[in-house]
């Protein structure tokens, strides 16, 4: 089975890739289609934009395409910045940036306070326009400071009390065991696993 990954996010690509390595699913770049070329998330929630983002993938490339949007949501801020989450210090996406705004904005606030999960929707898209959905979160902390060299995002600031570390500080095993995305990806590999058994009926 051929899935097209309709990301630009490199970070994204690595850890999907191998998520779904044991799978025997055949995974394609995106880059391997230049002419899809940039496509606006401008959607109001994770769900809208996975699925813009995957449909206009399968049709521009004929293939079974799966897309992702995922986001930090800190209930001190109300569930922000959410499906802005990329974008959060400015237009052009800057992790480090990012990651400075949201300390300066809780800078006052208490650690009990701090509360904030990952989440992700993953959509399948597949050639006739069908279009299936699947959701993962994952509940942390925010770190008062940066912690790790590891991921991307505000992966340094998002810390599990349970495994006393930031996702940057985990291992990839076990982020890709643990994560939103991972959760996300579980749900996507059980309509892949029914999308096989059809197309091995045909």
Known sequence: MK??????NKGKVREMSEILAPYEIEVI???AFEHIGEI???GDTFRENAVKKASITCERTGLMSLADDSGLEVDHLGG???IHSARFAGEEKNDEANNTKLLQLLAEV???RRTARFRCVVAVAVPGGWVYTAEGTCEGVIAGEPRGDGGFGYDPLFYLPEYGKTFAELDPGTKN???HRAHALAGAL???SELKKVEGKE
């Not at 899935?3 to 630009?8: E, F, P």
């Open 29 to 31: 770049s995106m880059d």
């Open 177 to 179: 065991k643990i994560s």
């Open 3 to 8: 899935l097209v990954l309709a990301t630009n």
């Open 40 to 42: 606006e998330e401008d």
């Open 190 to 192: 059980d309509i892949l």
């Open 110 to 112: 208490p650690a009990e």
């Open 80 to 82: 922000a910045p959410g």
